[in-house]
């Protein structure tokens, strides 16, 4: 048994397979690899609903394309993806029907997981091709989405869609058995982590990352998605795709790959969203007091504590807050206010701001209920 693994009963599971799994080096698509894949996950989805994040798309384009190597400029990267992600699906489609499992695509952007009205949307879908025992199959719409509206790596796009679907376990299949404590291919003393309780700065420093041109991620963004998940309470498994049975032999408990623990206390779906799922709009910088207040008592925000702010948000956006003295990011929360309606009122007392606005409004520039200590 795993030690330490807290796996509770998994009814709903995302899986992420890496770019690296599922092609082969310049050659395109790994046939063989998705069928093994099909049949790992029909093995477990009896009583479970499973989500699949792939990579690959890129790839497989480049393949299909006959390029030398994958293109650099943004329009042809997208021209790749396109020819890919048919080709990728096609086979997935036929892989799985081997196992009586229909499957559904669904492209997303981070729009999609931002704005809270396509956020809800995205969920009702994937909520719904579940219900019809669809198996969903992910991944980012690369040929439209350009780097502002990207998530950028599937790593973190399948810690959204599990913290999205509300699931009970995130597993990342890469080619490397876990996270190791030093490269293994270089120190035969590494050892794998069974379970990492938090991603602190010191589990962040054991991601070194190879840049060998096919993956987008590797363990830095592994390690971004692990801090995501826990945070919106979902345990994380990254563990080897060449493992055979590697998906039953996990939820089994068997000691596979690293597990990493969620945090104790499960934030709300709307609170997941406040704080992942959005790119925030703006920044308010507050002071001690408010500091201490957001913190250690539960307060909302009011204009008196803000020193600076930053951005063109409007109300309803979600921004993040930063601390006076350090500058860094401690919590996201729903702004009352849009940003020149904060910049007239920061400082002010709470009788102040209809004078400052010459109208009456909220008293809070941040409802306790629409804010988030991250
Ligand atoms: N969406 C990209 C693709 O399918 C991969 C991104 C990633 O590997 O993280 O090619």
Known sequence: ????????????????????????????????????????????????????????AIATGVARLGLAARPRS???????????????????????????????QVLLTAEDVSARAR??????????????????????????????IKVGDNDNLSALVASLIDADLLVLLTDVDGLYTDDPTLNAGARRLETVEAVTDEIARLARDRTDGVSVGGM??????????????????????????????LLAGESVGTYFAPKAARLTARKRWIAFAVAPQGKLTVDAGALQALTQHGKSLLPSGILEVEGE????D??????????RE???GVV??????????????????EGRLGYRSFDEVIHRDNFVLL
């Open 220 to 249: 830095a963004t592994k390690l971004q998605a692990a801090k995501k998940a826990a945070a919106a309470g979902v345990p994380m498994i990254i563990a080897s795709g060449y493992l055979p049975g590697v998906l039953r032999r």
């Open 330 to 332: 401690f919590a996201r």
């Open 336 to 353: 009352n206010f849009d940003a020149d309606e904060v910049r007239k009122i920061r400082g002010a007392k709470t009788t102040e701001i």
């Open 1 to 56: 048994m795993g030690a330490g693994r807290k796996l509770g009963r998994v009814r709903r599971l995302v899986v992420k397979v890496g770019t690296g799994l599922v092609t082969k080096a310049g050659a395109g698509i790994a046939p063989d690899r998705i069928e093994a894949l099909a049949a790992e996950i029909a093995a477990v989805r009896e009583g479970r609903r499973v989500v699949l994040v792939t990579s690959g």
């Open 74 to 104: 943004i329009p042809e990267k997208q021209a790749a993806a396109a020819v890919g992600q048919s080709a990728l699906m096609w086979q997935y489609e036929a892989a799985f029907s081997r196992h009586g499992i229909p499957v559904g």
């Open 119 to 148: 956020y809800l949307n995205a969920r009702n879908t994937l909520d719904a091709l579940l219900r019809f025992g669809v198996l969903p199959i992910v991944n980012e719409n690369d040929t439209v989405a350009v780097a502002e």
């Open 313 to 316: 948000f409007a109300s309803g």
């Open 318 to 327: 979600v921004v993040a807050l930063l601390a006076g003295a350090t500058g």
